[in-house]
């Protein structure tokens, strides 16, 4: 039998600071550089964050709708 990771797999990001979880709300994307993205991360059906203490929360997490890969220029 399968345990629920199996399942429902998931990926966790950690939000180090208050100002990433703004953005991440009001953009709707959470940024994982390439270089350290596990290779399944788009096999992930969920995506839950951590917070510091700094946060006082407790857990969050949401479906997953797709993963892209974005490049940028500094």
Do not use: C, T
């Amino acid at each position: 039998m399968k345990n629920s990771m199996q399942k429902h797999p998931a990926l966790v990001g950690i939000v180090p600071r208050k100002n990433l979880w703004d953005v991440i709300q009001e953009k709707r994307w959470y940024h994982i550089p390439v270089k350290s993205a596990p290779k399944n991360a788009s096999f992930a059906e969920y995506i839950a964050f951590y917070f510091p203490k700094i946060f006082n929360e407790k857990e969050r997490y949401k479906r997953q709708k797709g993963v892209r890969i974005l490049f940028y220029q500094d």
